[in-house]
């Protein structure tokens, strides 16, 4: 079995669900990288190229503020690189975005709208991670129990 060697960013403010959903991952031969706010994830973009990014729609800004654009803002910084600055491989990596929400604002319909792949709603077993990541980078995850 050969390990996939993809690498993932998460952009999550919840500290502890994104260090679980990144250990999931790593049992599936998925490297994750963190970020817990735009900014943080901006700056991953510039070092190094992702096979796929997973975003939250909602999360604190660098100053702890409840971002309601944050998610949406980071999906078109990708989707957009001549308008944000942003290497060329966002315009074409696979962008699943989740939310908690359950709002009046349709956060999953925007998202799609603004260029994500998959969207999920919170809380929901990490394999679907895992089961939208074999399928949009075209590569099949090992069983766990083959690790």
């Not at 700056?43 to 800004?61: H, K, T």
């Not at 409840?66 to 944000?84: Q, V, Y």
Request: proline share 5%.
């Amino acid at each position: 079995m050969g390990a996939l060697s993809r690498s993932v960013l998460i952009l999550e403010d919840d500290l502890d669900l994104a260090q679980q959903w990144a250990d999931y991952l790593a049992a599936f031969g998925y490297r994750c990288d963190l970020a817990f706010n735009r900014r943080e994830a901006e700056l991953l973009c510039e070092e190094r190229a992702y096979d796929a990014v997973i975003v939250d729609m909602f999360f604190r800004d660098e100053n702890g503020r409840l971002s309601g654009d944050g998610g949406l803002t980071f999906i078109t910084h990708l989707r957009l690189p001549s308008l944000a600055g942003t290497p060329r491989w966002g315009e074409r990596v696979p962008i699943i975005t989740v939310t908690g929400s359950d709002g009046i604002v349709d956060a999953l319909g925007h998202a799609r709208n603004a260029g994500a792949d998959r969207t999920f709603r919170k809380p929901f077993n990490p394999a679907v991670l895992v089961d939208a990541l074999s399928t949009l980078v075209g590569a099949k995850a090992p069983n766990p129990g083959d690790l």
